[in-house]
């Protein structure tokens, strides 16, 4: 995982361990076989030319148009990655557990500040997250509404289920601002989420996005471009892969 590079699609081979197994990735990451038939699209129309990379990066805005959110200009012409790093996934990724000064340490070592940190976190509007991953958060700690630890519970039990889902905010399959409303109401589903509120530098933030959804959606485009431009390959590095799954 060295940035915008696709390495993420690559299944595992005799010379490498891939990074769909590491932890923060297994059984979390979905839709390999959504990007898999816009590939083969794309294959049979324009063979060699567009990269999963590039896929991945207009799949994510795209789905965040789809889902009622922003939009955004996305910059192409990255290549694919010829291998994969299991490791890498495993240490790079934050952890749901990561406290305030943990996580701005995450991203900041990947070039992000605070502020794009917060953004970037409100991606969380959508998707959802395993009993295995919250269970120590709505049994165990106290900044959490109790209605809200209640309900969630019923999902996910202190033993077992481990990988029953709860969405990540209260309007599921919707971008919108209402991860940072719960945010503000004590109903951030991860600890990692929760911490955003918790501290001074990133308090106010977290009450501006939650009281202004058009100022989200503005930061959210710009902090997804720098996103997008994580250390990508181009130019002769790389290569396209024909098959997101395997290199040519």
Same mark, same amino acid.
């Given at each position: 995982?060295?940035?915008?590079?696709?390495?993420v699609?690559?299944?595992?081979?005799?010379?490498?361990?891939?990074?769909?197994?590491?932890?923060?990735?297994?059984?979390?990451l979905?839709?390999?076989?959504?990007?898999?038939?816009?590939? #083969?699209?794309?294959?049979?129309?324009?063979?060699?030319?567009?990269?999963? +990379?590039?896929?991945?990066?207009?799949? +994510?805005? *795209?789905?965040?148009?789809k889902?009622?959110?922003?939009?955004?200009t996305? &910059?192409? @012409?990255?290549?694919?990655?010829?291998?994969?790093? /299991?490791?890498?996934?495993?240490? =790079?990724?934050?952890? &749901?557990?990561?406290?305030?000064?943990?996580?701005?340490?995450? /991203? #900041?070592?990947?070039? %992000?500040? +605070?502020?794009?940190?917060?953004?970037?976190?409100?991606?969380?509007?959508?998707?959802?997250?395993?009993?295995?991953?919250?269970?120590?958060?709505? !049994?165990?700690?106290? =900044?959490?509404?109790? $209605? /809200?630890?209640?309900?969630?519970?019923? $999902?996910?039990?202190?033993?077992g @289920?481990?990988?029953?889902?709860?969405?990540l905010?209260?309007?599921?399959g919707?971008?919108?601002n209402?991860?940072?409303? *719960?945010?503000?109401?004590?109903? @951030?589903?991860?600890?990692?989420?929760?911490?955003? %509120?918790?501290?001074?530098?990133? !308090?106010?933030?977290? $009450?501006? !996005?939650?009281?202004n959804?058009?100022? %989200? %959606?503005? *930061? /959210?485009?710009?902090?997804?471009?720098?996103m997008?431009?994580?250390? &990508?390959?181009?130019?002769?590095?790389?290569?396209?892969?024909?098959?997101?799954?395997?290199? =040519?």
């Amino acid at each position: 995982m060295q940035g915008c590079d696709a390495s993420v699609l690559l299944d595992d081979t005799t010379s490498f361990k891939g990074e769909k197994t590491a932890r923060p990735n297994a059984n979390s990451l979905r839709g390999y076989d959504v990007i898999d038939t816009i590939k #083969s699209q794309l294959e049979r129309e324009c063979p060699g030319v567009v990269s999963c +990379a590039d896929i991945l990066a207009v799949a +994510a805005r *795209d789905s965040v148009v789809k889902l009622h959110g922003t939009t955004w200009t996305v &910059p192409l @012409g990255r290549r694919d990655a010829t291998t994969a790093s /299991f490791d890498d996934a495993t240490k =790079n990724l934050p952890s &749901p557990t990561l406290n305030l000064t943990a996580l701005k340490s995450a /991203f #900041s070592n990947k070039g %992000f500040t +605070a502020s794009e940190m917060v953004t970037l976190s409100g991606g969380h509007t959508i998707g959802q997250v395993q009993c295995s991953v919250i269970r120590d958060r709505i !049994y165990k700690e106290n =900044n959490i509404d109790s $209605n /809200f630890a209640a309900s969630i519970k019923k $999902n996910c039990p202190s033993t077992g @289920g481990d990988t029953n889902l709860s969405p990540l905010d209260q309007t599921t399959g919707v971008f919108d601002n209402t991860y940072f409303k *719960d945010l503000v109401n004590k109903k @951030g589903l991860m600890h990692s989420d929760q911490q955003l %509120f918790n501290g001074v530098s990133t !308090y106010s933030q977290v $009450n501006t !996005y939650s009281q202004n959804s058009a100022k %989200f %959606f503005s *930061d /959210f485009g710009c902090a997804m471009i720098k996103m997008g431009n994580l250390s &990508p390959l181009t130019g002769s590095k790389g290569e396209i892969r024909t098959n997101c799954r395997k290199t =040519n």
